[in-house]
């Protein structure tokens, strides 16, 4: 095991052969490291967390911090719901710079096996990723998301919460997905719909003006 200058490990931590920990890691109590994970500088890992073999969690990664639970009181002010569970981390996962990955509420958060993570993604509490699965950067995915096996997002992609998608899912940059998609295939556009389907109407929205002042005449001429 390696282990840089001014990290910092807490109770009950393992760290299993070859593990990387470079400058500045901050490790909460009873994290688990598997075989031959890199974690690269200022990244924190807050208690219970689990990683996988083969791993590699790039700078400023954030792995474990609360999810964003609070009850609305009735003046409008907000109490927070405490996040009891944890982060569990598969094999030969990547997550990239100032990635989040949040605790859940009960239970865990999972990154499952071979899933890759850009920059500045956010995955919130009790989200579970399905293996193979890869994310650009700034993809936003909301609570209790239960994504498929071999995803693909493109950059900002956005879920809503309590939704899922099937396995072999492609979905183009900046979509917006309110609902489940449950059929494997490639979607886009807000709210996400079929590619092709998407295409239609955005050449359809495109020609509007020009629909307009051919109704405009013939309104006129009515």
Do not use: W
């Not at 099937?166 to 709210?191: C, F, H, N, R, W």
């Amino acid at each position: 095991v390696y282990i840089g200058p001014h990290c910092f490990i807490g109770n009950n931590c393992i760290l299993e052969d070859y593990v990387c920990l470079r400058s500045n890691v901050a490790l909460y109590d009873n994290v688990q490291i598997g075989v031959r994970t890199v974690i690269h500088s200022n990244v924190t890992c807050y208690s219970e967390t689990q990683i996988g073999e083969d791993c590699i969690i790039h700078a400023g990664a954030v792995i474990g911090s609360d999810g964003f639970g609070n009850f609305e009181n009735q003046d409008g002010t907000f109490q927070k719901i405490p996040q009891l569970g944890n982060v569990i981390i598969g094999d030969n996962v990547e997550i990239g710079a100032n990635t989040t990955i949040d605790r859940a509420l009960i239970g865990s958060t999972v990154i499952e096996n071979g899933v890759k993570l850009d920059n500045l993604v956010h995955i919130a509490h009790n989200v579970r990723v399905g293996e193979n699965t890869a994310m650009a950067a700034q993809v936003g995915i909301s609570g209790s998301v239960k994504i498929g096996k071999r995803n693909r997002f493109g950059g900002q992609v956005g879920l809503s919460g309590h939704i899922e998608t099937a396995d072999d899912v492609l979905i183009y940059a900046q979509a917006g997905v309110p609902k489940s998609l449950l059929e494997p295939g490639t979607y886009s556009g807000t709210p996400a719909r079929n590619k092709l389907l998407h295409f239609k109407i955005e050449a359809v929205l495109n020609n509007l003006p020009e629909i307009y002042k051919d109704m405009k005449k013939l309104k006129e001429k009515l």
